[in-house]
T-cell receptor, first 113, second 113 residues
Framework: NAGVTQTPKFQVLKTGQSMTLQCAQD?????MYWYRQDPGMGLRLIYY???????DKGEVPNGYNVSRLNKREFSLRLESAAPSQTSVYFC????????????FGPGTRLTVT | SQQGEEDPQALSIQEGENATMNCSYK?????LQWYRQNSGRGLVHLIL?????REKHSGRLRVTLDTSKKSSSLLITASRAADTASYFC?????????????FGKGTLLTVNP
């Protein structure tokens, strides 16, 4: 099992460009999450999907959109990138209610110039 | 806003010594989890303690929870150089906020050989 995979691993964007970060999990988990991690800030939740067909805002959703494409895949879109979105982005999944821990992908390091 | 706050922010010890990290949080929880993050990697779940538990062990890890003080501690015994990583606590509020973990800013542990 690959667990949680993310693409791309690295990306450099210019201000105003758009891009989609892809995430997939092969553990048949219902819940999926997108976080951003900035130095000294820990992880902050951007959006989450409790189950297929639902998405909800987290702590820092502004400037982002998400799509839960199916049970496996959860993508994060930046429509018009800003330097403040320079960060490391992590996708995670969990089977809430059965076990509670989250499984994380390796991250995408995004730089917006 | 951050729910959990780890203390200290950074800790440097010698191999073989014990490492203790603390986490304080503000609101009631369903469970509290500890994660490890090696440099440049995603987070890995270490241990979960439920609100009705006071202590839990897993290998060289010991976690305590004091809900009256809203605090938890993670003890790593007989530390090894491979334990060098950042450690995060994450709180699960349960109830209507199911699925969402709130992470602290982390403790950077350095174990010197």
């Amino acid at each position: 099992n690959a667990g949680v995979t993310q693409t791309p691993k690295f990306q450099v964007l210019k201000t105003g460009q758009s891009m989609t970060l892809q995430c997939a999990q092969d553990m048949n988990h219902n819940s999926m999450y997108w976080y951003r991690q900035d130095p000294g800030m820990g992880l902050r939740l951007i959006y989450y999907s409790a189950s297929e067909g639902t998405t909800d805002k987290g702590e820092v959703p502004n400037g982002y959109n998400v799509s839960r494409l199916n049970k496996r895949e959860f993508s994060l879109r930046l429509e018009s990138a800003a330097p403040s979105q320079t960060s490391v982005y992590f996708c995670a999944s969990s089977e809430y209610g059965t076990t509670y821990e989250q499984y994380f992908g390796p991250g995408t390091r995004l730089t917006v110039t | 806003s951050q729910q959990g706050e780890e203390d200290p922010q950074a800790l440097s010890i010698q191999e073989g010594e014990n490492a203790t990290m603390n986490c304080s949080y503000k609101t009631s929880i369903n469970n509290l989890q500890w994660y490890r993050q090696n440099s440049g990697r995603g987070l890995v779940h270490l241990i979960l303690i439920r609100s009705n538990e006071r202590e839990k062990h897993s290998g060289r890890l010991r976690v305590t929870l004091d809900t009256s003080k809203k605090s938890s501690s993670l003890l790593i015994t007989a530390s090894r150089a491979a334990d060098t990583a950042s450690y995060f606590c994450a709180t699960d509020p349960g109830g209507g906020s199911n699925y969402k973990l709130t992470f602290g800013k982390g403790t950077l542990l350095t174990v010197n050989p």
